[in-house]
């Protein structure tokens, strides 16, 4: 399953970058990530909470940084395993100045999952995976907020509440939900047919009442 995409960061890119290498912000950040410790300069280990349609598990694994050129560019690579199955793959993460104080950054990897996760079907893979991806960014980036708006104040760290895994979990299902309905007609023509026989039972009860 390859993954990519772009998303803009509302600080400079040196910040960015010292907010992507910290595992503290990391682990505080991500939906679903119950610990991150750095176990070297390029090497981390940490639990996530995973939900993928009716599966759901923690995920036990390990992440490793190379090819570092700070603060425009690194490779990840990342090795998963739980109760429902496993995922490993890399990535290649790309931090681009835009000159207005603001950073994109654009990213690229494949990934592979086993186990009972692989036969939820490819689709509902891609679009948690997107939606954990976005969710993920935008909880940094307001992380990045706080920690910009905290410097400027003069204090070391900023005051950010990260989502919590039941807010997180209504996310990816609305997501999940979105992408069915638009991806199918034949979804709308059901909750069409659902709707009409709804309606003709509750007149018939009614009737039937009176």
Do not use: C
């Amino acid at each position: 399953m390859k993954l990519e995409g772009e998303y803009v960061f509302n600080g400079p890119r040196e910040e960015v970058w010292a907010l992507v290498r910290d595992p503290e912000v990391l682990a505080a950040a991500l939906p679903g990530a119950q610990s991150l410790n750095k176990v070297s300069e390029s090497e981390y280990e940490g639990k996530m909470n995973v939900r993928v349609g009716p599966l759901s598990g923690v995920f036990s694994g390990k992440i490793v940084v190379s090819d570092e050129v700070p603060p425009e560019s690194y490779t990840l690579s990342v090795e998963g395993r739980g109760s429902t199955g496993f995922a490993k793959g890399t990535g290649h993460v790309q931090l681009i100045d835009r000159g207005d104080g603001t950073t994109l950054m654009k990213y690229e990897g494949e990934l592979q999952v086993g186990g009972k996760l692989a036969g939820v079907g490819q689709r509902m893979l891609e679009t948690v995976s997107k939606s954990m991806t976005r969710q993920g960014l935008e909880s940094l980036n307001q992380a990045l907020q706080a920690r910009m708006a905290a410097k400027s104040e003069g204090q070391e760290e900023g005051n950010y509440t990260p989502p919590s895994e039941a807010q997180f979990a209504a996310a990816v299902a609305r997501d999940m939900a979105g992408e069915v309905l638009s991806s199918s007609r034949v979804m709308w023509i059901a909750v069409a047919v659902a709707v009409v026989i709804v309606v003709v039972a509750v007149i018939l009860i009614s009737r039937g009442g009176g």
